[in-house]
């Protein structure tokens, strides 16, 4: 590489190119320019370094809890039982309601009901439970049966009558508890209000009345001229939530109310009336191979004889 002499011809000159940035540029001069930092102490230092080492810590903390938060915010709600469908407020049909009277029937206590009260039971039955309202009256009829999800109810002044010639009461197979029959060998005349393997079946009113006029098998009985076991007034078989209220029984044939390997009964407002004397066997209530049976306020006016 070949050198440059440079020469200076005056003193302004030479003076000038010493005070140039540019002047000492020569070989081996070059000069490195470095930014100006303060010096730090070792005890600053070691502040400094704590400090960063505490907003760390805490900024790990608040992100642990944070975490904690978020998974317990995303956690799968705990599943609720479905509203009611009354509860959404949407309309929910009431039970049937029928009088007796809209199938034919007529409480002037000669006319026989037992067509009205099979056809009421039967369009229950159909609509899948309902309610029989029995008005003030006399209702003549034959023994029928009832039907699940239904109510029997009996308006103040209704009274149904059992028809007394027996050949209008059915005849049903004895129960197992009583061998070959109760008061004879062989098949015994049904109730005249039955009821077998049904559900939620209630008889209830403002004290009207179920009247089995019983007197003439009584007289039948004592004369032992029945070829069968007299039939009860209201019978219920195999059957569960049986209510019975606020009714009056009376005059059965035989036992008043019999509930047998029935569940849930709940008996309560009931008077059962028999005479003091020549009503035989005419029990009351029998439960008879029942679980869970309450009775309670029933009144009884009645003598039980061999």
Known sequence: MVETAVAVSSP????????????????????????????????YRAILLALWLIGFALVFLWQSTSFGR?????????????????AMGQWVASPPVYDLREFGGLGDGRTLNTAAFVAAVAAIAE????????????????????????????????EILGIQDERYWPLMSPLPSYGYGREHKGPRYGS?????????????????????????????????VLNHTRGPLVQLMRSSNITISNVTLRDSPFWTLHTYDCKNVTISETTILAPIAGAPNTDGIDPDSCENVV???????LVMMG
């Open 12 to 43: 302004r000159a030479a003076a000038a190119v010493a005070s140039s940035p540019r002047a000492g540029l020569g070989r081996g001069g070059a000069q490195h320019h470095r930014r100006w930092a303060p010096a730090i102490s070792p005890s």
């Open 70 to 86: 978020v998974r317990l915010y995303t956690r799968q709600p705990v599943p609720k039982r479905a509203p009611s469908v009354a």
């Open 127 to 158: 609509r899948g439970g309902g309610r029989l309202v029995v008005p003030a009256g006399r209702w003549l009829t034959a023994p029928f049966n009832l039907t699940s999800k239904m109510t029997l109810f009996l308006a103040a002044g209704s």
């Open 192 to 224: 005249l209000i039955h009821g077998q393997d049904l559900k939620d079946v209630t008889i209830t009113g403002h004290n009207g009345t179920i009247n089995g006029q019983g007197q003439s098998w009584w007289i039948k009985f004592r004369k032992k």
């Open 295 to 301: 009775i309670k306020t029933a009144t009884f006016l």
